[in-house]
């Protein structure tokens, strides 16, 4: 005999039910809505080491990124199913197609609108998902499962009945198709007493007599795609992964809140109120047992006003709001998403069958005591440790795969042998592990060959420079002579001034690691003075003539490189770079951008003075020059400079006097490039700006104001309209 037992994926409630009704059936099969390739992983539900939230990741040997996944909570029905089949010794089936068993669908449009909405509304509820949660998932405890899942069926089975689409119908069609060949198969192989355990919406399609076998085999035929070889493990999950979407199309919303349910099925409300409230209480927000008893009473009240016996969500978040929020609900806010959703991760058994990288990579991690988290978290690292050293060696290594488990942020302290990293683990990284498995079976083989196949690849030298910043860090230094010898023959060739500029600040960085990481990186400082040379030489002929984007590329380039070669403190090679800015300073042709640029890198090394500066400065801004260029010279110029304007007067009263001078016309034209450049500056510093900009000029100790003096009557002439919007009309002055 053949027992459907339709469920909702992940609900706690038709979990419960599932476990009941198998007790009455004491069933000689188990068939299950899954892809047969779970089979070989079903053994280890009930295993110490696999603690739900916990996933089976599916893909495709040769090509790891088709892949997908099959989540299960504690209170996910199909998980209920796997244990109480490995308590009772029965035999388990994965009924589902195959992965990747059927060629694409196309042009299947997800319905706005899914069948069971019909029935919420018509019930009063806002949503389908509410709905089916206070109709079959909270249910009376002592209520008869038997009942229970007859119920399921016949709801489903009207909807089914009144040509209500469901959400991906032509997929469900080849699928139940494919189930109820299994079901044939089983019944012939003499099984008598079989629960099947299903989404809702399938069970009533899944009777085999109902439906012509030689039907079903066409149907099948029709979208065959020849089997893929796929590997299967489980993988951690969590909760918030459990919200989204999966194989089963069913994310829940709210995966605490089921998880309450589950674990509290007769005091569900005192249980989550009891919840929120030491939730927030750990956010430093008092919360006293009498709000607790307060919103529990609201709660039943909500929903006795609303036809109903037992609160759902929707009454106690409204109860949560009112009595513990005072009605705030941006407070309930703060708080929503850890809540309904949670930060739960499960864990797998050590043992577990897996692909050799993915074994290392945990492995990796273990020894680092790098823990795979969903919240964020900031990682500060000292590199003089040496299991800080090991962790940003794993971390390089993973950003070299393109794994991005963590990434870098601003170190707040000075030196090389500080490292901040923000670190959040996401279960697709696990996909991305897998992808890289062609590359080695451990992640330093893996990095270093994917490194070099990057390197065979690329002809460009900004390129290989990265590449190599990727190398040092990550200590594949049996990689870097080749790197380097890449890198000379490729601008041994180049012409392309902006291309050696972008590749020098990446290599005079990574020469920073030599100290702390013990390298000897002699080579690549040679590497830096040979391309900074070469640049040197062709400089001057790449700062005029350019077009606005190249110029602005050329601007931010210069200071880069500036940086790189002050950091490196190689005193002969900072005076040749410093002799070329000089030259090119005073060339005529010189972009102003570039041009203003210069003379402030100039200033800031102390190889322009002063009053050599100021005198270039009046040049670039006399009126005789076109106000576009005098504003994009003062741009390049103020790059950086907000204290050089605050604290050198005569600088001052150059722009000052300037920008005075401008008819309006002329300073509505150069007034987006000045806002560009000042919108750089801190803001207290351009607050500074601003109030000095009040008094004037200061010259020679004499303040020359900048204003008018003050025109009593002009303020009197709009004191009735201040007055009126103040609500002080009817007063005299």
């Not at 992983?41 to 996933?55: F, I, K, N």
């Not at 992808?435 to 390197?455: D, P």
């Amino acid at each position: 005999m053949i027992h459907l037992l339709g469920i909702r994926h992940h609900g706690a409630g038709s979990a419960r039910n599932v476990v009941e009704r198998l007790e009455q059936l004491q069933p000689d099969l188990i068939m299950v809505e899954g892809a047969p390739e779970l089979n070989a992983l079903t053994h280890w539900a009930g295993d110490s080491g696999l603690v739900p939230p916990v996933a089976v990741l599916g893909y495709n040997t040769e090509n790891p990124a088709q892949a997908c996944f099959y989540p299960f909570a504690e209170f996910s029905p199909e998980w209920q199913a796997m244990l109480f089949a490995k308590r009772n010794n029965i035999k388990l089936e994965m009924i589902d197609a195959p992965l990747f068993y059927f060629s694409k669908i196309e042009n299947e449009e997800k319905v706005g609108k899914v069948p069971l909405s019909y029935l919420a509304e018509i019930d009063g509820f806002s949503n389908s998902e509410e709905w089916w949660d206070y109709r079959f998932e909270r249910q009376n405890p002592n209520s008869n499962p038997e009942t229970h899942f007859e119920a399921v069926f016949t709801v489903v089975k009207n909807l089914r009945e009144a040509g209500l689409p469901s959400s991906l119908e032509k997929e469900n069609m080849y699928r139940e198709a494919f189930m109820r060949r299994q079901i044939r198969k089983a019944i012939k192989a003499k099984y008598r007493n079989i629960a099947i355990v299903c989404g809702a919406w399938h069970a009533p399609a899944l009777m085999p007599d109902d439906f012509p076998e030689k039907n079903d085999e066409t149907l099948l035929k029709s979208r065959f795609t020849p089997k893929i070889k796929t590997g299967v493990t489980w993988i951690p999950w969590t909760n918030s992964r459990l919200s989204v979407e999966s194989q089963y199309g069913a994310g829940i919303t709210a995966p605490a809140w089921y998880e309450c349910q589950w674990s509290f099925p007769v005091d569900t409300a005192e249980n989550w109120l009891t919840r929120v409230a030491r939730l927030f209480r750990s956010k430093y927000r008092d919360v006293s047992t009498a709000h607790v008893i307060e919103a529990h009473r609201l709660s039943f009240a909500l929903c006795s006003l609303r036809g109903r016996s037992l609160p759902n969500l929707t009454d106690l978040n409204e109860a949560v709001v009112s009595v513990m929020c005072g009605g705030d609900i941006q407070v309930f806010d703060q708080i929503m998403k850890e809540l309904l959703v949670g930060e739960k991760i499960g864990t797998v058994p050590d043992t577990l069958p897996k692909h050799p990288l993915q074994l290392d990579f945990e492995m990796q991690a273990k020894k680092c005591r790098l823990v795979q988290q969903p919240i964020e978290k900031e990682l500060e690292l000292d590199l003089r440790n040496a299991l800080d050293l090991q962790r940003s060696i794993l971390l390089y290594r993973l950003q070299a795969l393109n794994i991005r488990w963590a990434h870098q942020t601003l170190v707040r302290s000075k030196g090389t042998f500080k490292e901040v990293w923000r670190i959040s683990w996401s279960p697709e990284m696990m996909i991305q592990i897998l992808e890289m498995g062609i590359w080695g079976s451990t992640v330093e083989l893996a990095a270093m060959h994917y490194i070099q196949h990057q390197a065979d690849e690329s002809t460009e030298i900004s390129k290989i420079a990265s590449l190599i910043g990727e190398v040092i860090p990550a200590e594949l230094l049996m990689l870097l002579e080749g790197l380097l010898e890449k890198i000379y023959d490729l601008a041994a060739l180049s012409t392309d001034i902006i291309e050696l500029m972008a590749t020098v600040p990446t290599i005079a960085d990574v020469s920073r690691y030599g100290n702390v990481r013990k390298t000897d990186l002699k080579s690549m400082q040679q590497l830096t003075k040979g391309l900074t040379k070469r640049i040197c030489v062709g400089l001057s002929y790449a700062t005029f003539g350019l077009n606005e984007e190249t110029a602005y590329k050329m601007f931010l380039l210069l200071r880069r490189v500036n940086d790189a070669l002050r950091l490196m403190q190689d005193e002969a090679l900072t005076e040749e770079w410093n002799a070329t800015l000089l030259k090119i300073v005073y060339q005529r042709n010189t972009t102003p951008l570039l041009a203003g640029c210069i003379c402030r890198l100039l200033l800031e090394s102390k190889t322009l003075h002063g009053s050599e500066a100021a005198r270039l400065m009046n040049m670039a801004l006399s009126p005789g020059n076109a106000t576009a260029d005098a504003a994009s010279w003062m741009e390049g110029f103020l790059e950086g400079s907000s204290k050089i304007l605050l604290y050198d007067e005569t600088l001052w009263n150059l722009i000052n006097d300037w920008i005075e001078q401008l008819t309006d016309e002329a300073f509505t034209n150069a007034l987006p490039v000045l806002r560009r450049a000042f919108s750089r500056f801190p803001p207290l510093e351009r607050k500074k700006i601003g109030e000095k900009a009040m008094e004037g000029n200061n010259v020679g100790g004499t303040l020359k104001s900048g204003y008018s003096e003050f025109d009593g009557q002009l303020a009197l002439s709009g004191l009735p309209m201040t007055l009126k919007i103040l609500g002080l009309e009817q007063q005299t002055v």
